[in-house]
Nanobody, 121 residues
Framework: QVQLAESGGGLVQAGGSLRLSCAASGRTFSNYAMGWFRQAAGKEREFVAAIAWSGSNRVYADSVKGRFTISRDNAQNTLALQMNSLKPEDTALYYC??????????????WGKGTLVTVSS
């Protein structure tokens, strides 16, 4: 069993920054790829970023590339998403997820409950 708990969401003005965190407990965190997803009101959940088990490889959605950075600390069992130059269209509920393998080619098998990010114009 794995538990994922996101934090760090909030209200920020356009152009501002936020840092999201995801604390993981349960199975060995460092063995698995992790990712961030988001869901805006009335829209489907979408991929934001993912990071391989070692942190050496990362991938981003085109919409956030160059503005967001995903990172992980395997010693602390934490995942982070640094979000800069935020836009109103980044407003969404952000989820962290665990992949069922070392990279994002595997499916996701655990999800957190989400943290809300609201970007005002």
């Amino acid at each position: 069993q794995v538990q994922l708990a996101e934090s760090g969401g909030g209200l920020v003005q356009a152009g501002g920054s936020l840092r999201l965190s995801c604390a993981a407990s349960g199975r060995t965190f460092s063995n698995y790829a992790m990712g961030w997803f988001r869901q805006a009101a009335g829209k489907e959940r979408e991929f934001v970023a993912a990071i391989a088990w070692s942190g050496s490889n990362r991938v981003y959605a085109d919409s956030v590339k160059g503005r967001f950075t995903i990172s992980r600390d395997n010693a602390q069992n934490t995942l982070a998403l640094q979000m800069n130059s935020l836009k109103p269209e980044d407003t969404a509920l952000y989820y962290c997820a665990k992949y069922d393998g070392t990279t994002w080619k595997y499916g996701m098998d655990y999800w957190g409950k989400g943290t809300l990010v609201t970007v005002s114009s």
